[in-house]
């Protein structure tokens, strides 16, 4: 507990809040996987998202939450709901599955297991034990010290923070080439 | 218990909203924002018909009321009690969930939007954000609503809707960021996401941030301007609604109350990107020159202002009920209109007793009282300046054709964002 807070600031019933976001967006990740209408599934899918969020926020990372909803809630998945409505569902519905990827897939999902497990073993080394203590209304600022720096100095993660928007860029280059009658 | 509920009453602690103790005064604010929206959206439908039909030379509803003033009442209840048609070929359950996930996105964004530097529900340091990310999630409501209906016009209303919204969404966003780059011009230097925030940053640096800059916070300004029409599918970017090539677009297989849970949503939609705008660039809750005219005598003299506008208001229904015809048939609507200019005389009596009565600086109760009435009524007349301009937009300009929508949104108004954005940035480096 950071003492500088004031005790009545303090969050209240967070364990139920997480409970319920966790269940939310575990049940939203089952539907997504078990509904054969994929619209249904990219709905599920928005839900889990906005549970993910919420969880940023009780992480104390609001900005992280509310670009979470910007991004994925509001941009990817309208597009992805834009790409699926030009689907004939009732025939993809009936569609049998073509492709033989399980075993793939399978392995991935147990390497993603061993990974959660030993994350939750080795908890007590790896994260602090207790809540953070930054302020919640300077996270916006601390966010841009890591990726910018502070005057003069390189962030911490500039470099990779400019590896990923060149990715981006080459993506935005390759879609806007790929709309071009000939390349 | 008692003492628990009293010590929330007590005013120090309403100092900011959403901090300690204040989550009854947020609760309190839930209600009261939910029914005031709700009301001005009837008041607005009353008036975009109204003032619609004198644009177009005509008198709009007249029979139900005086002037037609219960008409949305008479609408509501028709729609309530209209049949309820599920198309047998739509998907139920999405069909029945898209409405109310326009509704919640358009509602949920009332959270961050400070009607006073305390008169807000809370004070997220994410303000700006929430509020783009929670009334982008709106389009999904009208993407849903689209697919679901199993019907082609539907569809293409909710691809062209999707299209129009994320295209706009983008200028939208640049001309935001903009104006948040102009609130990290102090000593400190650093910026604020806080919709209480920015209005504080532009009453520190003692000018709206439309005229910061000029004319680039007047470009930003202007480009938002147009990003907040597409957004709401207002005409004429209305390409989602075009019932001249789409029927009724996106909910044209929607009826009775579903239908009107859709035009709730759009005007909420409408009120909170007009509150957007004014949060960003005109100041949000500030009166007119508060540094320049900053005596108390100023002070009193723009305290009077709400009182004065009911006044006027009730002068108004007066003067309809001295003008009323003389005829045995008009003798209700007469006794009403007098009753309801009676009404609003009573509210500008009120509001000048307490501006006369609060207008010193102290912190009594009517003083506090004349402070917030003031906040919340510069606020909501900037607003309806606004939704004055949607409904004069739609009266005076043709649609757009769906080429020439997606050209201005992505050769047009994104290059001039990206321009003011950088231009922006490079002037507030020189200058500071």
Same mark, same amino acid.
């Given at each position: 507990?950071?003492?500088?807070?004031?005790?009545?600031?303090?969050?209240?019933?967070?364990?139920?809040?997480?409970?319920?976001?966790?269940?939310?967006?575990?049940?939203?990740?089952?539907?997504?996987?078990?509904?054969?209408?994929?619209?249904?599934?990219?709905?599920?899918?928005?839900?889990?998202?906005?549970?993910?969020?919420?969880?940023?926020?009780?992480?104390?990372?609001?900005?992280?939450?509310?670009?979470?909803?910007?991004?994925?809630?509001?941009?990817?998945?309208?597009?992805?709901?834009?790409?699926?409505?030009?689907?004939?569902?009732?025939?993809?519905?009936?569609?049998?599955?073509?492709?033989?990827?399980?075993?793939? /897939?399978?392995?991935?999902?147990?390497? +993603?297991?061993? &990974?959660?497990?030993?994350?939750?073993?080795?908890?007590?080394?790896?994260?602090?034990?207790?809540?953070?203590?930054?302020?919640?209304?300077?996270?916006?600022?601390?966010?841009?010290?890591?990726?910018?720096?502070?005057?003069?100095?390189? =962030?911490? %993660?500039?470099?990779?923070?400019?590896?990923?928007?060149? +990715?981006?860029?080459?993506?935005?280059?390759?879609?806007?080439?790929?709309?071009?009658?000939?390349? | 218990?008692?003492?628990?509920?009293?010590?929330?009453?007590?005013?120090?602690?309403?100092?900011?909203?959403?901090?300690?103790?204040?989550?009854?005064?947020?609760?309190? %604010?839930?209600?009261?924002?939910?029914?005031?929206?709700?009301?001005?959206?009837?008041?607005?439908?009353?008036?975009?018909?109204?003032?619609?039909?004198?644009?177009?030379?005509?008198?709009?509803?007249?029979?139900?009321?005086?002037?037609?003033?219960?008409? *949305?009442?008479?609408?509501?209840?028709?729609?309530?009690?209209?049949?309820?048609?599920?198309?047998?070929?739509?998907?139920?359950?999405?069909?029945?969930?898209?409405? +109310?996930?326009?509704?919640?996105?358009?509602?949920?964004?009332?959270?961050?939007?400070?009607?006073?530097?305390?008169?807000?529900?809370? #004070?997220?340091?994410?303000?700006?954000?929430?509020?783009?990310?929670?009334?982008?999630?709106?389009?999904?409501?009208?993407?849903?609503?689209?697919?679901?209906?199993?019907?082609?016009?539907?569809?293409?209303?909710?691809?062209?809707?999707?299209?129009?919204?994320?295209?706009?969404?983008?200028?939208?966003?640049?001309?935001?960021?903009?104006?948040?780059?102009?609130?990290?011009?102090?000593?400190?230097?650093?910026?604020?996401?806080?919709?209480? =925030?920015?209005?504080?940053?532009?009453?520190?640096?003692?000018?709206?941030?439309?005229?910061?800059?000029?004319?680039?916070?007047?470009?930003?300004?202007?480009?938002?301007?147009?990003?907040?029409?597409?957004?709401?599918?207002?005409?004429?970017?209305?390409?989602?609604?075009?019932?001249?090539?789409?029927?009724?677009?996106?909910?044209?297989?929607?009826?009775?109350?579903?239908?009107?849970?859709?035009?709730?949503?759009? %005007?909420?939609?409408?009120?909170?990107?007009?509150?957007?705008?004014?949060?960003?660039?005109?100041?949000?809750?500030?009166?007119?020159?508060?540094?320049? +005219?900053?005596? *108390?005598?100023? #002070?009193?003299?723009?305290?009077?202002?709400?009182?004065?506008?009911?006044?006027?208001?009730?002068?108004?229904?007066?003067?309809?009920?001295?003008?009323?015809?003389?005829?045995?048939?008009?003798?209700?609507?007469?006794?009403?209109?007098?009753?309801?200019?009676?009404?609003?005389?009573?509210?500008?009596?009120?509001?000048?007793?307490?501006?006369?009565? =609060?207008?010193?600086?102290?912190?009594?109760?009517?003083?506090?009282?004349?402070? /917030?009435?003031?906040?919340?009524?510069?606020?909501? &007349?900037?607003?309806?300046?606004?939704?004055?301009?949607?409904?004069?937009?739609?009266?005076?300009?043709?649609?757009?054709?769906?080429?020439?929508?997606?050209?201005?949104?992505?050769?047009?108004?994104? *290059?001039?964002?990206?321009?003011?954005?950088?231009?922006?940035?490079?002037?507030?480096?020189?200058?500071?």
């Amino acid at each position: 507990m950071n003492p500088a807070m004031n005790p009545s600031s303090l969050p209240v019933g967070t364990p139920y809040f997480f409970y319920v976001l966790a269940g939310l967006a575990i049940a939203g990740g089952v539907l997504v996987i078990t509904r054969r209408n994929a619209v249904h599934s990219a709905l599920a899918l928005i839900v889990t998202l906005l549970a993910v969020s919420g969880l940023y926020l009780m992480l104390y990372a609001p900005f992280v939450a509310g670009v979470q909803i910007i991004v994925y809630a509001g941009g990817i998945m309208v597009l992805f709901l834009f790409v699926i409505m030009l689907v004939n569902i009732d025939r993809a519905a009936k569609d049998r599955q073509f492709n033989r990827m399980w075993p793939v /897939g399978l392995a991935a999902a147990c390497v +993603l297991l061993a &990974l959660f497990v030993s994350a939750i073993v080795k908890g007590k080394t790896l994260f602090p034990d207790r809540m953070m203590s930054l302020p919640e209304s300077s996270n916006t600022q601390q966010i841009a010290s890591m990726l910018y720096g502070e005057a003069g100095k390189m =962030g911490q %993660y500039t470099f990779a923070f400019e590896i990923a928007s060149l +990715l981006l860029l080459v993506a935005i280059l390759g879609a806007v080439i790929m709309t071009r009658k000939k390349i | 218990m008692p003492n628990f509920v009293m010590s929330y009453l007590d005013p120090s602690v309403t100092g900011t909203p959403g901090a300690a103790g204040s989550q009854f005064w947020a609760l309190i %604010y839930v209600f009261i924002i939910f029914t005031g929206v709700s009301v001005a959206v009837m008041a607005m439908n009353w008036l975009e018909r109204k003032a619609l039909a004198h644009f177009q030379i005509r008198l709009g509803p007249m029979r139900v009321g005086p002037h037609g003033l219960l008409q *949305p009442i008479a609408d509501a209840i028709k729609l309530a009690l209209k049949e309820d048609i599920i198309p047998a070929e739509a998907d139920q359950f999405v069909f029945w969930v898209a409405p +109310l996930i326009g509704l919640l996105a358009a509602f949920a964004v009332y959270v961050v939007i400070p009607f006073g530097p305390s008169q807000a529900v809370s #004070d997220m340091n994410i303000g700006i954000l929430f509020m783009l990310g929670v009334s982008s999630l709106g389009v999904l409501g009208i993407v849903v609503a689209g697919w679901a209906s199993n019907s082609h016009y539907p569809l293409i209303g909710a691809l062209r809707s999707s299209a129009q919204m994320v295209s706009y969404e983008v200028a939208m966003g640049l001309a935001v960021v903009s104006a948040i780059l102009m609130t990290s011009m102090n000593a400190s230097g650093t910026g604020t996401l806080s919709m209480i =925030g920015i209005v504080q940053a532009q009453q520190q640096q003692g000018i709206w941030f439309i005229f910061k800059f000029f004319p680039l916070g007047f470009i930003a300004f202007g480009i938002f301007a147009i990003a907040m029409v597409a957004e709401t599918n207002r005409a004429p970017f209305d390409m989602a609604e075009a019932e001249s090539e789409l029927t009724a677009g996106y909910h044209t297989e929607y009826s009775g109350l579903r239908w009107s849970l859709f035009m709730l949503a759009e %005007y909420a939609a409408m009120i909170s990107v007009s509150a957007i705008a004014i949060t960003l660039w005109l100041g949000g809750w500030m009166r007119p020159f508060p540094n320049l +005219l900053h005596a *108390p005598a100023w #002070d009193f003299i723009f305290s009077l202002f709400p009182g004065l506008t009911f006044l006027g208001l009730a002068a108004i229904a007066f003067i309809g009920t001295v003008r009323m015809p003389a005829h045995s048939f008009f003798r209700i609507q007469r006794a009403g209109l007098a009753a309801f200019a009676a009404v609003l005389g009573f509210i500008a009596l009120l509001l000048l007793v307490i501006a006369v009565a =609060g207008r010193s600086a102290d912190a009594s109760l009517a003083a506090r009282f004349n402070q /917030g009435i003031g906040y919340v009524y510069w606020f909501v &007349l900037k607003v309806a300046v606004f939704m004055y301009l949607f409904i004069w937009y739609r009266a005076t300009w043709p649609r757009y054709r769906f080429d020439q929508l997606m050209r201005i949104g992505w050769k047009v108004m994104l *290059p001039i964002a990206l321009g003011v954005l950088m231009l922006t940035a490079i002037v507030g480096v020189m200058v500071s």
